[in-house]
């Protein structure tokens, strides 16, 4: 999960580094699992602002 996510941020220009994919990779099993939290779930996790949550939402295809 870890590496899916540095590759959707480096496709997306996310900011997405190997730190922040390991606290999104601890709270979520897979990008199924992600592509279906909220926004607010997402920032919860440190280092993951709004910005990022969005955008991240928007390159696994969710209408934010």
């Known amino acids: 999960l870890v590496k899916a996510l540095v590759y959707l941020s480096s496709e997306y220009k996310l900011n997405i580094g190997e730190t ?8 979520y099993c897979n990008l199924l699992d992600i592509s279906l939290a909220s926004i607010s779930e997402l920032t ?3 280092g993951i602002g709004q910005k990022l949550a969005k955008g991240l939402l ?3 295809g969710r209408d934010v």
């Open 20 to 27: 922040k994919a390991k606290a999104i990779a601890d709270r």
């Open 44 to 46: 919860e996790i440190k």
């Open 58 to 60: 928007l390159a696994l």
